[in-house]
């Protein structure tokens, strides 16, 4: 066991230190900054506006204006926008975890190396997650230095809860992502893909609703948006944790049984 946990974490420094060096990472990031700073601007301001028009209706009319609770509308609409900008972020992280390394010719070496399938998966999964993780902390801070003075006060369960939200959602995407990219070695393809798998497992509540019945019900349980806006609510759901492990952990076995495949057909 100790040997293998070594493996990730030597697998998982050289994936981390790479996304601090790559040029792409970085235009990533900041894209993510800037798109992000943009929804935070201008959904709270939206927010604010609306809150205003109603004090002021409510003044014309004689009567209170219904209370809004702010901090929780604002941080429920800015983590839904930043989800569907992951949509477009991941793939493009995740196409490049295998089909780089066809494209150098290591997979072979990861392939018939002492190094496990498994241990080369997971230390890739976590080297992404964490370059994830680290662009979007910035942006956790922030909203909680900002919203600390919000009357009705921020409910930091709701924020925090919000957040592991965006960070499961981030991985069971980059997870499949990453089973996608061990199968070519065109990161477009992988890239394209990919996006196309998370559409559908976004939307697989619609085809749910269209089936109906007892098969449509438990379809709709694999639904990454259903289960990722329940979080971003604050509703703590057991079945949402679930899911989201399941999900990472299934494109962690694939990849490993993909690359298992490979091996098998360079002997």
Do not use: C
Request: proline share 4%; net charge neutral; charged share 10%.
């Amino acid at each position: 066991m100790g040997i293998v946990i070594n493996n990730i974490i030597a697998i998982y420094r050289r994936e981390l230190q790479s996304y601090f060096v790559s040029p792409l990472a970085y235009a990533i990031a900041g894209v993510f900054w800037f798109l992000s700073g943009l929804f935070f601007i201008t959904i709270l301001q939206d927010i604010l506006n609306f809150v205003a028009g109603l004090d002021l209706r409510g003044q014309q009319l004689g009567i209170p204006a219904p209370p809004v609770d702010v901090p929780y509308e604002f941080i429920r609409a800015l983590l839904d926008r930043i989800g569907w900008l992951l949509l477009f972020i991941l793939p493009i992280l995740s196409m490049g975890l295998y089909t780089e390394e066809r494209k150098r010719g290591t997979l072979e070496l990861l392939a018939t190396s002492p190094v496990t399938n498994w241990a080369v998966a997971v230390g890739k999964l976590l080297g992404v997650l964490t370059f994830i993780t680290t662009i979007v902390l910035p942006l956790l801070v922030f909203e909680a230095i900002v919203l600390s003075a919000a009357n009705p006060p921020m409910q930091f369960t709701i924020l925090l809860l919000g957040h592991l939200g965006l960070i499961l959602f981030a991985g069971a995407i980059l997870s499949l992502g990453m089973f996608i990219s061990s199968l070519t070695d065109s990161t477009i393809l992988a890239a394209i893909i990919t996006f196309a798998v998370i559409l559908l497992l976004l939307f697989v509540d619609v085809i749910a609703n269209s089936v109906g019945g007892v098969f449509g019900d438990a379809l709709s349980h694999l639904s990454l948006l259903k289960h990722y806006s329940n979080l971003v609510k604050g509703i703590f759901d057991t079945s949402s944790l679930i899911l989201f492990s399941s999900y990472i952990f299934l494109g962690i076995f694939l990849t490993a049984q993909s690359i298992d495949a490979f091996r098998f057909q360079r002997q």
